[in-house]
Every structure is written in C-alpha cells, then in structure tokens.
C-alpha cells in the first residue's frame, strides 16, 4: 500500500450508499492515506484514528457516537467483534437519541506488562485486528496507542486523543459531512466485570473514572449474574453518573475469550468460528502463541468418489 497526505477517500456506508469526503490538512503528517495497488484508497487515519468507515448522521439532532474498544485482543476473537454488533443494535432500538456512525478498537501498547503479550508485539495485534474488521463497513482498528504512543497510556488519555482526533477531523471535511450534526461523542464500550473495578483507586486513578464517566460514558455489557446496581450501591463516587451509564445486554451469552483461544492453540485444538479465519491463518503462518501442530482431520480421502457418484 502507498500513502499520500491528502486523498478524496470513498467508502460505502450500510445503506449502500457511496459517500465521498474531501479531506485538506496543514500538517502532513496528521492525515494518513493508505492505498492499494490499484491506488484506490483502503483506509484514512488522522492522529492514527481512522476515519475512512465513519458514516455521516442519520438526524442531526441526534448524538453522533463512536463505540471505543479498548484491550489486548491477543487475539481478537469473533465474540469482541459481536460485542460491537450488538451494541450498536442495542442503542438504536432502546436509545433513539443516539446515532452510532462508526466504531473503533484500540489495542493497547505493549509496555501494559501483561503476559499474554509477550512474544506478540503490538504490529502483529494490531494486523490481527485489520485482518478480523477488514469485512465491516462500521468497525476499524486504531493503531495510535499501541503503537504510536511512547508509552503505555491510560484509557481517559486514548479517549481524548481519539474523540480530539475525530473532531478535528470533521472540520477538516467540507461540507455538509463536516458540519452537520453534534459534535462526536466517544463512549467506551466495557464488560460489567470491568466496571465493577472502577471503584477500585488500585486499579483506576479516580479523577480518570470522573473524566470517564461524566465527560465521555460508557455502555456496559451485561452478562447473566452481574449486577450494575450493586455496584453502584457500593460506590457511590459511580453513582453520581448513573445517568451516563448505559446498560446493554448480552443477546448472546458466550464464554469465547483471548485466553480460551490461547488455551486451546497450544494443545493444538480447533479454533475454526471462534476467531476470525483470516486471524487463525496469520497466527498460524507467524507461529503465535506457542501453538501447537493441529490435530489432523483435512485432506483425508473420502468415503465416496463424487465424481464416479455423479455419472450414476
């Protein structure tokens, strides 16, 4: 793929249809364009936020909304990218007032410390996680915290990097995508099992919770036995942004984890329809996660020769 530093990116939105935006920037290196061989542009990244599947508002008296993914997704399994589909579905059949126009995950940097990313870099993250959202027309990876921050960088931090890129951006596009509707909104898309630590200070800086609940929001996913009002009971300090806590559902009760995947690829075993094929084949072709040689059920001859079967 080549880049330039200023492009007239064409996408379709879910509608099916074509949207063009015309993007200018004084700073060369804030803008990003990614092209094929063909030089049709494939992706545009702006503060290494990409922007190329946002999809212009609905209504513009309605709130325009990013869903934000934050994690390792090492690796991404089809169950994180589900997550983002049922969401959205969520919020547009029980929120009216909400306009979901893209979503982003952001993997973080390897500096987090955690063992589940030894021996698999940010790059190889971030690849896995183009390869798993190539076929969405809403969803996109966000390289910037993995790697083009310095360090490992808190979530309020990648927050703000990623809604300031984003409205930036909309004032770089002309026209009516750019100036139409309210200003975009992120809000960060979490497991109740993560929201009930936020009233830990071990693990979250308190004025980092305050910053992300009041100025931004979050939409919990709610699994069978977790109870947000209980948290909320013993927190107070969450409390008081109730109001900014939406609660989404699980449709789908599903134990597919990163750790489940890493589990079963070292003994070996199938992850076909857990992760995304694309995903298992770069896995398998990098030699990640110490997985073992497959148990061996292809290629195997079968019990009836179709063709001989056809000229019965």
């Not at 009216?96 to 589940?116: A, L």
């Not at 800086?205 to 910053?211: A, I, N, Q």
């Not at 008081?240 to 995947?261: A, F, G, H, R």
């Not at 770069?282 to 079967?309: C, G, W």
């Amino acid at each position: 793929m080549t880049t330039s530093a200023a492009a007239t990116a064409t996408s379709t939105s879910a509608s099916g249809k074509e949207r063009t935006q015309e993007l200018n920037t004084v700073d060369p290196n804030a803008l990003r364009i990614l092209r094929g061989d063909d030089g049709q542009v494939k992706a545009v990244y702006y503060k290494g936020v990409p922007i190329h599947k946002l999809s212009k508002s609905s209504d513009p008296s309605k709130q325009r909304v990013v869903l934000l993914a934050c994690g390792s997704f090492s690796p991404v399994t089809n169950f994180h990218l589900y997550m983002m589909e049922m969401t959205r579905d969520h919020l547009t059949l029980h929120h009216p007032e909400i306009d979901v126009i893209g979503g982003i995950i952001s993997p973080v940097h390897d500096t987090y410390g955690k063992s589940s990313l030894k021996g698999v870099g940010a790059e190889r993250r971030v690849r896995m996680l183009e390869l798993a959202t190539d076929p969405s027309d809403w969803v996109a990876v966000s390289p910037w915290e993995a790697m083009e921050a310095s360090r490992w960088t808190p979530t309020r931090e990648v927050m703000e990097h990623i809604r300031d890129a984003l409205r930036e951006a909309s004032k770089l596009v002309e026209g009516e995508a750019g100036s139409a509707g309210s200003p975009i909104q992120v809000k960060l898309l979490i497991g109740a099992d993560v929201f009930d630590t936020m009233s830990d200070p071990r693990i979250w800086k308190p004025s980092d919770v305050e910053t992300i609940l009041g100025d931004f929001g979050v939409i919990v996913t709610q699994r069978a036995g977790n109870n947000i009002k209980a948290t909320f009971e013993k927190a107070p300090a969450l409390k008081k942004y109730e109001s900014n806590v939406l609660v989404s559902p699980m449709v789908v009760e599903n134990n597919i984890s990163s750790s489940v995947v890493r589990s079963l690829l070292a003994q070996g075993r199938s992850v076909k329809h857990l992760i995304p094929d694309n995903v298992a084949e770069y896995i398998r072709t990098q030699n990640l996660y110490n997985a073992a040689s497959e148990l061996k059920y292809h290629d195997r001859p079968r019990m009836f020769d179709v063709a001989r079967l056809s000229k019965l």
